[in-house]
């Protein structure tokens, strides 16, 4: 699930690397996300709709597939404060909301500025999802900073914290 941050931009680099490792990929964005990337190539990409609004009952399009694990990368400073207050007034916050409630482990990768990290709802916000199993990864340790000056993410970080959910997830 991917929100609007600087590195949903490069959703390119990360998305290869999921699949060369196995990985099924299907990208759900919140609408401003949506707006920033190219959801066409998204779905070509990972062979899975790219999904930004629920599907209308009755629809015959085909559900998602049930998830071995849920990245929430890039996470923005709004969407981890309405995740954590329980705000469902996106899809992609709906189904964020829904698999608290699951077994599935989740990996999100906040990119938030250090002054925004510094307001008190954003300390309550981690505390919240934390306590109800998220695994919050530290922006200082994943940001980048791309040669156009723009957060990026460092990838591999990401893909290794996915490994680990997963593995420590069988383990339990």
């Known amino acids: 699930m991917v929100s609007a941050a600087p590195p949903v931009l490069r959703l390119e680099e990360f998305i290869p690397r999921l699949s060369a490792d196995g990985w099924t990929v299907c990208v759900i964005a919140t609408p401003t996300a949506a ?3 190219d959801l066409d190539a998204l779905a070509a990409e990972t062979g899975c709709v790219t999904r930004v609004h629920p599907r209308p ?58 002054a925004l990290r510094r307001h008190p709802a954003y300390a309550d916000s981690i505390a919240r999802l934390t306590k109800a199993g998220v695994t919050l990864l530290d922006p200082d340790t994943i940001t980048t900073r791309a040669e156009d000056g723009l957060a990026n993410f460092d990838w591999s970080y990401v893909v290794s914290a996915l490994h680990s959910a997963v593995t420590s997830d069988v383990d339990r």
């Open 57 to 114: 009952p009755r629809q015959k399009e085909k559900s998602l597939p049930r998830a071995d694990v849920i990245l929430a990368a890039p996470l923005t400073f709004n969407s981890v404060n309405k995740w954590a207050a329980g705000i469902s007034d996106t899809f992609a916050l709906g189904v964020f909301n829904e698999m608290l409630g699951t077994e599935v482990p989740i990996v999100a990768a906040p990119c938030i500025k250090p």
């Open 35 to 37: 707006s920033w990337v």
